[in-house]
């Protein structure tokens, strides 16, 4: 496995390195050890699928809050799409800063979303399916969450007029929102 920093601090790309024969491929996409060396969340209590029927669809930007913080790793296991986590530890100095990254077919690209991170997604084909392996469970009273297209954040989406939840759409901005 490679562990690439992520341009935000303790976020990380991370890549599965498949065994290719003439039947396709095989691969780890999580060993508790090597994520240890990194320094990187070992445990992962729930595991979560989205399955999403149409493409140009948004999900997020969601977090919860403490005690019950989480850390994600996110593989696109059919189709593509955009994935973005945003920093919203208060005295973070990239508090607010975003990175995104293409997830899918054919990349072995995985997203390390810290603690303390924001994240969702833009579908980019119809019938993505999104694979997370969660740090903590989930806890409906430490849901947060913030407008995707807010403007001080300044995600670029790839794709223009996207389906968004009505949840979603009536997320608050970042900035003002009671985080912890």
């Not at 790793?73 to 955009?82: E, K, N, Y």
Request: charged share 25%; hydrophobic share 40%.
């Amino acid at each position: 496995m490679i562990f690439e920093p992520a341009l935000l601090p303790g976020a990380f790309v991370v890549r599965y390195e498949p065994l290719r024969d003439d039947r396709g491929y095989f691969a780890r996409v999580f060993d508790r050890d090597e994520f240890a060396r990194a320094g990187l969340e070992t445990e992962y209590p729930q595991h979560s699928v989205a399955h999403n029927f149409r493409h140009n669809l948004i999900r997020g930007m969601h977090f919860q809050a403490p005690p019950h913080t989480e850390a994600k790793l996110v593989r696109c296991s059919s189709g593509t799409i955009f994935d973005v986590m945003v920093d919203v530890r208060p005295r973070s100095p990239a508090f607010g800063h975003w990175y995104g990254l293409r997830l899918g077919e054919p990349d072995s690209a995985m997203l390390y979303v810290p603690r303390g991170f924001a994240h969702g997604y833009q579908t980019l084909t119809e019938k993505s399916e999104v694979h997370y392996l969660i740090s903590a469970p989930y806890e409906p009273s430490a849901f947060r969450g913030f407008r995707w297209d807010d403007p001080r954040v300044g995600i670029d989406w790839p794709l223009d007029a996207p389906f968004v939840s009505e949840r979603d759409a009536a997320l608050p901005p970042l900035a003002g929102l009671e985080i912890w």
